[in-house]
């Protein structure tokens, strides 16, 4: 298996509160993903990282900021949360080439915003 | 963009054989992967097509069409940890990230 890990796993916020949730590997693989996971949606990607300091926006990517200073950590902020983030995150790191890689994911958190 | 449509949901009976389909419309094709994802768990890899034919896994296949904008995969002598969800993928080639678009997923429950 990958060694991609997500912290926290699980966690409840009020509205209105930022959040950070962090992505960290151990594979050394360029490319990283946040997506997130909600009933009748399948998987939305969020940001994606091609490199240390070089992110872009996915599909879903208002409300929502990354970062990257580190090969190994990718953090997703939510600066002020609200209830329709509320949702299943999952971190996905791929490489080296990016097309053609198989994606592998970490274990997810799961976030409430009340 | 990318537009890809699977069913949502496909029940079949321990022993027995599945096909899930998956169409796509891409604005460029650079592969196509299959993942299952079981309940409450992350999503795992199960195939990736890039050229036109079947990929044989042990009791898993998956087949592509690039000229129909078509994959299948199909799963073999169901078992009941068979009962997942499986989510289509495709991998465009015109980007830089190594993107996929992913469908919403076909949720298959086997039955004893």
């Known amino acids: 298996d990958a060694g991609i890990t997500q912290s926290p796993r699980h966690k409840v916020t009020e509205t209105g509160t930022p959040v950070t949730l962090r992505c960290h590997q151990t594979e050394n693989h360029r490319y990283m993903y946040w997506y997130r996971q909600d009933p009748g949606h399948g998987l939305r990607l969020i940001h994606y990282?091609?490199?240390?300091?070089?992110?872009d926006k996915g599909e879903v990517s208002d409300g929502y900021s990354v970062s990257r200073s580190k090969t190994e950590d990718f953090l997703l902020t939510l600066e002020s949360a609200t209830s329709s983030q509320t949702s299943v995150y999952f971190c996905a790191i791929a490489g080296p080439q990016g097309q053609g890689d198989t994606q592998y994911f970490g274990p997810g958190t799961r976030l409430t915003v009340l | 963009g990318q537009n890809i449509d699977q069913p949502t949901e496909m029940t079949a009976t321990e022993g027995a054989i599945v096909q899930i389909n998956c169409t796509y419309q891409t604005s460029g094709f650079n592969g196509l992967f299959w993942y299952q994802q079981h309940a409450g768990e992350a999503p795992t890899f199960l195939s990736y097509n890039v050229l036109d034919g079947l990929e044989e896994k042990g009791r898993f296949s998956s087949f592509l069409s690039r000229s129909k904008g078509y994959s299948y995969l199909l799963l073999k002598e169901l078992q009941m940890k068979d009962s997942a969800s499986y989510l289509c993928?495709?991998?465009?080639?015109?980007?830089?990230?190594?993107?996929?678009?992913f469908g919403d997923g076909t949720t298959l429950t086997v039955k004893p």
């Open positions: 990282s091609y490199g240390v300091k070089d992110t």
């Open positions: 993928a495709v991998h465009p080639s015109n980007t830089n990230a190594g993107k996929s678009t």
